[in-house]
């Protein structure tokens, strides 16, 4: 299994960015994803999930209406669109796919600041 996340960067307040995480060693359609993040000196949280059919899984609260996941399962991906990003959204994101024991991929920053 591999997951492989990419998109993060420095965005100012305000800005966007999308995340993606590409799956592979595993049959993508068959299984839920989700993300979770990191801040430094924080424990890692659930951010949200989606199901193998595309149901949306238990959006964090502060993300709410800001944050929206979506998976291509032709393309064995998982996206993450933030937007009206807050400095509060620094964080590592991870992406993860639970197969008897979660799984993790390397992480990708995300840095909100002016």
């Known amino acids: 299994v591999q997951l492989v996340e990419s998109g993060g960067g420095l965005v100012q307040p305000g800005g966007s960015l999308r995340l993606s995480c590409a799956a592979s060693?595993?049959?993508?359609?068959?299984?839920?994803m989700r993300w979770y993040r990191q801040a430094p000196g924080k424990e890692r949280e659930s951010v949200v999930g989606?199901?193998?059919?595309?149901?949306?899984?238990n959006y964090l609260d502060s993300v709410k209406g800001r944050f929206t996941i979506s998976r291509d399962n032709a393309k064995n991906t998982v996206y993450l669109q933030m937007n009206s990003l807050k400095p509060e959204d620094t964080a590592v994101y991870y992406c993860?796919?639970?197969?008897?024991?979660?799984?993790w991929g390397q992480g990708t920053q995300v840095t909100v600041s002016s």
């Open positions: 993860s796919v639970h197969k008897g024991v979660r799984l």
């Open positions: 060693g595993f049959t993508f359609s068959n299984y839920g």
């Open positions: 989606i199901s193998s059919a595309g149901g949306i899984l």
